[in-house]
């Protein structure tokens, strides 16, 4: 899954698209690479990002999607949000999938959405806002709290009619460096819940702030941490930079099924 943010502030400048001439220019070349799905964001999710209205959100996603969907018709595209009246406005604009932050918990209308226009829909493992989150991150028992929330959010989830789920632990979310890597450390653990995981930790702090580096020099961390994620289970990796991440399904795979 290549990332396609809409926004003038994600925390990795590379991955941000400022015009449609641009956008169709990075996803021509996501695709060349190898991406499966594109996921496309207009709402930054960074610790502390500014708020911003629904009207701003839609107005920097729909008519890139709508580009995107009248360029590309077989690529898979994701709507990263967690407001249903953008998710709904991507889909009828053509995106597959819905990329919840909140796992439904700003609002389950995201599930009747899922379901009725049989979409997959990805939940994520998020306390708070990305405003406060860094303010919640303390658990009783990390990999049990989250496991627990999976299992509650899944539950509500089929419920409504949602039958497509992928899960998403949230590296970065709500979480500690430390936590991050305890969470890396127990990722098979989330197999348990029978739905394909998602593993978003591209360029993300947990890597430059370990390495002491910038966000622009994480690329080789990202590709550790995403060998490791894949070695326990990861079935979807949400990346900055198609070309490695590709590389390292290809030969994680031969290793697993030789």
């Not at 999607?65 to 053509?94: H, K």
């Not at 496991?147 to 899960?167: L, N, P, T, W």
Request: glycine share 6%.
């Amino acid at each position: 899954m290549g990332i396609l943010n809409v926004t003038p502030d994600s925390f990795y400048e590379q991955s941000r698209v400022r015009d449609e001439s641009e956008v169709l220019e990075k996803v021509e070349k996501m695709i060349r690479d190898g991406a499966e799905i594109v996921d496309i964001g207009g709402y930054s999710s960074r610790p502390g990002a500014k708020d911003i209205s629904e009207e701003e959100e839609l107005n920097r996603v729909v008519k890139v999607i709508t580009a995107v969907r009248a360029t590309y018709t077989d690529l898979l595209i994701s709507i990263d949000t967690f407001r249903p009246a953008v998710a709904e406005a991507a889909i009828l604009a053509g995106a597959d999938m819905i990329n919840d932050i909140t796992g439904g918990q700003y609002d389950e209308e995201m599930y009747r959405l899922a379901a009725h226009y049989q979409t997959p829909y990805i939940l994520m493992h998020m306390r708070g806002t990305p405003q406060n989150m860094q303010e919640m991150t303390t658990y009783k028992h990390l990999i049990r709290d989250i496991s627990a929330y999976f299992s509650e959010q899944i539950i509500r989830a089929r419920k409504a009619g949602v039958k497509d789920i992928i899960i998403d632990p949230g590296f970065g979310f709500s979480k500690t460096i430390e936590q991050n890597f305890e969470l890396m450390a127990a990722l098979d653990h989330f197999q348990l819940h029978d739905c394909p995981v998602l593993v978003g930790i591209s360029r993300k702090s947990t890597i430059y702030k370990t390495l002491g580096i910038t966000p622009e020099e994480s690329l080789n961390g990202t590709t550790v941490l995403n060998t490791i994620a894949l070695q326990k289970g990861a079935a979807i990796l949400r990346v900055h930079d198609v070309p490695e991440a590709v590389q390292a399904i290809k030969l994680v795979e031969r290793v697993i099924n030789h």
